[in-house]
């Protein structure tokens, strides 16, 4: 899945595959699913009858949201779009804002991608 996000006035282009958990843990020497789960942002979407829908702000704690997480999933997404995309802290340097609440929110369609099987 390939999406295109806004931020601080640059377009970036993400893009999910097989490869990204591979290269997340390659860069990070951590398990991106185990990331994504410590988030607790899956339990915020996925209802108990296993209907999904958007990840609601309101309902997540941010005070415990390890902040690094989400810099390091954007980055996966942004490395696996583009081979050009420098190391994670460089590349973060080119922002002068990265607002995290708006990108969780334009990244949830990538984490669903990259955590669920297709229904059929």
């Known amino acids: 899945m390939e999406k295109t996000i806004v931020i601080d006035e640059k377009a970036v282009l993400l893009k ?4 990204t958990a591979i290269r997340y843990k390659a ?3 951590r398990d991106m699913f185990a990331d994504i789960l410590s988030l607790g942002l ?4 996925i209802s108990t009858d ?3 829908s958007n990840i609601d702000l309101s309902q997540v704690d941010l005070s415990k949201l390890d902040f690094e997480v989400i810099y390091n999933l ?3 997404f942004a490395k696996t779009a583009s081979k050009e995309v420098q190391d994670p802290l460089t590349w973060l340097d080119t922002f002068g804002e990265f607002p995290i609440a708006e990108i969780i929110t ?5 984490i669903k991608s990259t955590v669920q099987s297709k229904k059929n």
Do not use: K
Not at 16 to 19: D, E, I
Not at 106 to 110: C, F, N, R, W, Y
């Open 50 to 52: 296993g209907d999904q």
């Open 74 to 76: 954007v980055w996966a």
């Open 42 to 45: 899956l339990s915020s979407y």
């Open 16 to 19: 999910s595959t097989a490869g």
């Open 27 to 29: 860069q990070f020497r």
């Open 106 to 110: 334009e990244i949830q369609d990538l």
